[in-house]
């Protein structure tokens, strides 16, 4: 109790303890001295000092609290600080590059740092805008995402880089300078020079530098005569011969003395290395996919990604390839698990901490596969025309259109990129979009390896070789086999539920096709035609119905899958109408459940009210929810996106059991269904009604068949007409898919954005395109039978051409170009109406081909095939010699060509008994027509021939009329040994060609000249001949393969001449092919390039309001035809007549330099039919008000707006680049416009 009382009383006051608190540091921990006083700190009391913000400061002082200002003589107020002069500021010069660096050297084992070596850097002077090396430093931090149009690409992978001789021999008009012959060594008023003479020296010691001889070019040659001369005597130290090579090395020639240290270094230090084995030439290899991984654990025991499933075989190859960092083209089949590579890739570069980029060919697609891996990976960024999500992330998603950008813009992405994933490599087929593809991977650089994806292809393995000799690397090629969901096709011919069973097999799981059930398809529906014309007296149409027989067949059809449990299911139909039509006929449908009806509305509205009011009450929106409660779904670009989206999710969730889709939705992202159905098949490809092509077929038929649901999918072809024809049901499902087929053409902004650029040429682009591959394939061959051509050349004999032989060239040359016209007259008159009718039964011709040499013939039948005509000929020939009878086994000598023989044909006669044959001609084995007409029997004789072949009739004699016809064309061949008269083409054939005409007078010249030879009378004549031709025809093949090995042999080379033409006399390139500014604005456009340039630099735009520029601006990205109305405003009218104007002109500068593309074809791809609902959009209009504008789907309008404002943004880059801020905001403004409400409303993916 006393205790607890004395622990109660109040301490003492703090202050009066002989103690006092100390905290020491910022870690808590406190100590006790024995000095009474307050606690302290060791530490500063409030917080550190900071100086104010100079902004904050300004406004305060001068906009807040404008006190300090006088009250009279404002004007007068202000402040002036005088400006110090600094005249060596302007000799102030950044400092020079750091020539070397310090490099750690560590312990190979423990890494262990042994020391600092310093090493001399390379390239230190490059810049982006100066060189296309990885060398070179990064730009901006702004810069490095999409880069600048300013900035050099990064050089293409497979490209040799060029030297600076090579250079140098480009510019046309730098005179030419022979740098070892033509230099002046002796500067004027000297007496002595630069000794440039190579000196020989003993070997250095390994690991030592030779610094006189490192030196030696720089020797002004200021030592002492009698020491130069010892030097070069044979015995001084420099004129050992024992240990001197035998020939002295050239000059080395560097651009500064670190780089010929480091050259030199690196000879000494380096052992010899064996020679290199040339490049291996198969450069795709096929991987066999059909023997088991037993190892495949073994190789990879810590792989960088793990699934929940087993891989396949042909994925195990895959990733044991690109741990190898080798490049893969994988080919499989629709929903075969082609997307497992790419998350593999994607997981490795993770793992290697570098960068991949995963390109798609539609927008829609690169935001579903966005969802997917950022919910696998985490780290995975977009980009698209208007998006940009997490740019900073290892996984890039992006459409090829902007990895195209960035290559060309020298993005320094590209720097850390380790892989590039090509998903649907097949849409290189495209012919407005595949030039992409091949423009990307010609440009990518040599680190980044590539991974094709692609359905199956035919020709997988020739488009993976062009891509190997492309980058110079192997492209291994995996294909599957088979489709992990095997399909059954089948033809559907019910319309009514009495019909509903008639469901026949067409196409089995094996791939067998049965004819059985195409007939039992044809009976049930001839049978129903049979019946209806019994009942109504008249034959059922043949041709589709109306909507009321498409509900019928849809109800029927519907019903049967529902009864087999084959829901869900996708229907093809190829016109955005009819899908419409085809879902909304079906009101009496209801597929879904309660429970599935809530789960849908309450889906729908979490989606929806992303929107505004407005918008949540679309007409589209209602209808298409309203059937989304249903079960029921549509699909195409007439759809918003938002509900496109909606859709594809509802369906992947199971909750939409029929979607109604056009083509579009069998690209891209795996959404299978149970079973697919074909409205038609028959579609319209924008020019034509067709039928499917095979290619088409297995895509879209492709979507049957859930991987682990379904043994099999099934496919059924609805059959609402006629059933088609067996062959075209057969071609179009068992025929082989389309090849990849190159769609390369030259584009304003390919050519410019390589001519900005010194070291890239627009021909190294063609040569290495997937047209010129199958001619360019066989370079390497070429430039082997070049050397070994010249070889052979350089080691033939000179001929003799003097005295009497002095026109022995020209009497060569004269002969073969007679030859060579008579060749094209002969060509002329074959392909002529009257020709042809000449050639009739019992014309006398002479035929000349493998065969047969200058020898008579009559013909006995003509083919009835106008396209590729026949002429089946009685020819004459030698008898053929017995197996018993002596043979002349040596080689023919080649005959010399006397003046006779070149004017004349020197008929062919027989040397020993004359024989004949029956020989098929074609046009070109038709060397004369003559005169003269025999009468023959053609069919008697054709027929004694054929029979005389047969084993036991060869020994009979031929026929009287056979035997007529040989002697007759004897006799004119006795008669007439230099040929016999010809049709004369212009006075007989009545060809009045201007080449064939002015052939035959140069025909007639150069028969008169080599009547007048002189060399023909020369004895020596005949060697000599064979002498220069020998020498001749190999300097022709040489010259055929040089021009195979040239840009002169480039298919789009003409093309490419008249395109600079075009931007040289519009002002976008100079002369000597420099870009200029409108050039370089140009290079900033993603289309229409030239009429957006022009219109900048015209102000056709600067004098309009924001609004009034969207909407003319629409033309250039509006697809869909239109007129654009009468009540547009006077200055939007004026607007399209001076873009129409504007685009007018450039198209006539397109025809005068030579173009194909005429004026109003250029004029017309320009589409003003939503000028106004642009316009109304801008200025604000509700989008459920714009619909009454314009009979154009939501889609396709909100498709345009969209590519309307990434125009809007690349003009508003442009306006910068040229200087004009005042058109830079305005487009910045309509953009900002543009941008809202449901147009702009964020991807559900992205969500």
């Known amino acids: 109790m006393l205790e607890t009382e004395r622990l109660v009383l109040p301490p003492p006051d703090p202050l009066d303890l002989p103690l006092r608190a100390l905290e020491v540091g910022c870690t808590g921990r406190w100590e006790l001295l024995n000095v009474p006083g307050a606690p302290e700190s060791t530490l500063p009391h409030g917080l550190p000092p900071c100086a104010p913000a100079l902004q904050q400061e300004a406004e305060q002082l001068f906009l807040s609290c404008p006190a300090w200002l006088p009250l009279h003589a404002v004007e007068h107020s202000a402040r002036k600080w005088p400006r110090k002069t600094d005249p060596w500021s302007l000799l102030a010069a950044p400092g020079a590059p750091v020539p070397s660096d310090l490099q750690a050297q560590r312990h190979p084992t423990t890494g262990q740092i042994l020391g600092y070596k310093e090493v001399l850097l390379e390239n230190t002077s490059l810049s982006a805008t100066t060189s296309l090396s990885l060398r070179r430093p990064p730009g901006p931090a702004s810069q490095s995402l999409w880069g600048n149009p300013t900035q050099y690409p990064f050089w293409p992978g497979g490209m040799d880089e060029p030297t600076i001789t090579d250079l140098n021999t480009r510019e046309e008009a730098e005179e030419e300078i022979d740098f070892e012959k033509d230099l002046l060594t002796v500067p004027p008023g000297f007496k002595k020079g630069v000794d440039f003479a190579p000196k020989d020296h003993p070997a250095p010691v390994p690991g030592l530098l030779s610094l006189s001889r490192l030196l030696e070019p720089l020797d002004l040659g200021g030592g002492d005569e009698d020491e130069s001369e010892a030097v070069g005597q044979p015995g001084g130290p420099g004129g050992d011969t024992a240990s001197s090579p035998p020939s002295s090395a050239p000059l080395a020639r560097a651009s500064s003395l670190e780089d010929l240290v480091l050259k030199d270094a690196s000879t000494v230090m380096s052992s010899p290395e064996p020679p290199k084995p040339p490049p291996q030439e198969q450069w795709a290899v096929p991987v066999d996919v059909t023997s088991p991984v037993g190892d495949f654990y073994r190789l990879i025991p810590q792989p960088a990604f793990k699934w929940a499933f087993e891989p396949d075989v042909f994925q195990k190859q895959a990733i044991l390839h690109l741990e190898r960092h080798d490049s893969v083209f994988v080919a499989a089949h629709t929903s075969a698990g082609k997307t ?83 998903d649907e490599v097949h849409y290189i087929n495209d012919a407005e979009r595949g030039v992409v593809w091949e423009e990307v991977l010609i440009m990518l650089p040599d680190h980044v390896s590539i991974i094709l994806l692609s359905a199956t292809v035919p020709n997988a393995l020739e488009f993976a070789d062009w891509i190997g000799r492309l980058k110079r690397r192997q492209i291994f090629v995996i294909s599957t086999v088979s489709r992990p969901v095997p399909l059954e096709h089948y033809l559907f011919t019910g319309n009514s539920p009495k019909t509903q069973g008639e469901l026949f097999l067409l196409l089995d799981s094996r791939g067998a096709f049965h004819t059985k059930g195409y007939y039992a398809a044809v009976e049930a529906k001839k049978e129903r035609t049979s019946k209806h014309a019994q009942t109504f007296g008249a034959k059922q149409p043949t041709h589709q119905g109306g909507p009321a027989q498409d509900r019928g067949v849809y109800l029927s059809l519907l019903a049967s899958l529902r009864t087999r449990a084959q829901l869900p299911v996708v229907v093809f139909t190829f016109s955005r109408g009819r899908c419409d039509e085809q879902a909304s006929g079906l009101t009496s449908l209801d597929l879904t459940t309660s429970s599935e009806k809530s789960e849908i509305h ?192 350089e080691a033939l004999e000179e001929p003799d ?447």
């Open 340 to 422: 497992v590579v790419a998350e593999y890739a994607i997981a490795l570069a993770q793992k290697h901490m570098t960068r991949t980029i995963y390109t798609s060919p539609i927008k829609a697609l690169s935001n579903q596969k966005f969802r997917d891996f950022r919910n696998t990976f985490g780290d995975v960024g977009l980009l698209t025309g208007d998006v940009q999500l997490h740019p900073e992330a290892s996984c890039l998603i992006m459409t090829t259109e902007i990895l195209r950008s960035m290559l060309y813009s020298g993005s320094d992405v590209i720097r850390d990129l380790e892989w590039v994933i090509f």
């Open 801 to 1247: 051409m003097t005295g009497q032989l002095a026109d022995l060239l020209e009497y060569y040359s004269w002969g073969e170009e007679l030859t060579e016209i008579r060749a094209v007259i002969q060509r002329r008159i074959m392909e002529s109406v009257n020709g042809l009718k000449s050639l009739s039964v019992g014309r006398v011709v002479v035929v000349k081909n493998e065969e047969h040499h200058n020898a008579l013939g009559v013909i006995l039948q003509v083919s009835s095939n106008s396209t590729s005509r026949v002429f089946t000929t009685l020819v004459l020939c030698d008898k053929p010699v017995m197996a018993g009878d002596p043979q002349d086994g040596g080689p023919a000598t080649p005959a010399v060509p006397h003046p006779d023989d070149l004017v004349g044909f020197k008929l062919f006669l027989p040397e020993g008994p004359c024989d004949h044959t029956v020989a098929k001609l074609q046009p070109a084995d038709v060397a004369a027509v003559s005169t003269k007409v025999l009468r023959v029997s053609g069919e008697k004789i054709l027929e004694d021939f054929t029979r005389r072949q047969q084993p036991k009739f060869r020994k009979d004699p031929p026929l009287a009329a056979v035997t007529t016809a040989v002697q007759e064309l004897l006799r004119l061949a006795q008669a007439y040994p230099a040929g016999p008269p010809t049709l004369d083409p212009v006075n007989d054939l009545q060809l009045k060609d201007v080449s064939v005409v002015e052939g035959g007078l140069r025909a007639r010249k150069l028969e008169e000249l080599i009547r007048g030879a002189q060399c023909v009378h020369s004895p020596r004549f005949p060697a000599q001949y064979l002498k220069l031709q020998e020498r001749m025809h190999i300097r022709k093949e040489m010259e055929r393969l040089r021009f195979l090995l040239s840009d002169q042999s480039l298919l789009l080379l003409p093309e490419y001449h008249q395109r600079v033409e075009v931007l040289r006399t519009l002002g976008y390139v100079d002369e000597a092919g420099t870009v200029k500014l409108a050039g370089q604005v140009a290079c900033a456009m993603s289309s229409h390039e030239l009429l957006l340039t022009e219109l900048m630099f015209d102000n056709a735009l600067s004098t309009l309001r924001p609004e009034e520029i969207a909407a003319l601006l629409s033309g250039l990205v509006c697809q869909s035809p239109g007129d654009p109305g009468d009540q547009l405003p006077s200055t939007l009218k004026e607007g399209i007549e001076r873009v129409q104007a504007v685009a007018k002109r450039i198209g006539e500068v397109q025809v005068a330099c030579g173009l194909n593309q005429t004026v109003e074809e250029f004029v017309g791809e320009l589409n003003f039919g939503l000028v106004e609902v642009v316009y109304e959009w801008a200025r604000g209009m509700p989008f459920s008000e714009l619909a009454g504008l314009s009979g154009t789907p939501e889609g396709l309008v909100v498709r345009c707006i969209q590519r309307l404002a990434e125009m809007c943004r690349s003009l508003r880059g442009a306006a910068r680049l040229v200087g004009e801020p005042v058109l830079g905001a305005k487009m910045e403004t309509a953009a900002t416009l543009l941008r809202r409400d449901i147009v702009f409303a964020a991807s559900l993916y992205t969500q």
């Open 602 to 793: 309450l889906f729908l509205q979490r989606c929806l009210a992303r929107l505004r009011g407005s918008d949540r009450q679309l007409p589209q929106v209602l209808h298409m929810s309203e059937l989304l409660r249903r079960g029921l779904g549509v699909h195409h670009s007439g759809i918003l996106p938002i509900l496109k989206e909606i859709v594809e999710m509802l369906f992947s969730r199971g909750l939409v059991k029929v979607l109604f889709a056009t083509e579009t939705f069998a690209m891209g992202v795996n959404m299978p269904a149970r079973t697919v159905v074909f409205d038609s098949m028959r579609k319209h490809d924008g020019s034509t009604f067709r039928d499917l092509l095979p290619g088409e077929y297995v895509q879209m038929a492709g979507r049957a068949g859930r991987r682990g649901l379904d043994p099999t999918g099934t496919v059924i072809l609805l059959c609402k007409g006629r059933v088609p024809e067996m062959a075209d049901l057969h071609r179009m499902m068992m025929g082989k898919p389309s090849q990849l087929q190159s769609q390369f053409r030259l584009t304003y902004t390919m050519i410019l954005n390589l001519l900005r650029v010194d070291a890239l040429r627009v021909e190294d682009m063609m040569k290495r395109s997937f047209s010129e591959f199958p001619a360019r394939k066989d370079s390497k061959a070429h430039e082997e039978a070049l050397a070994e051509l010249t070889k052979r050349l």
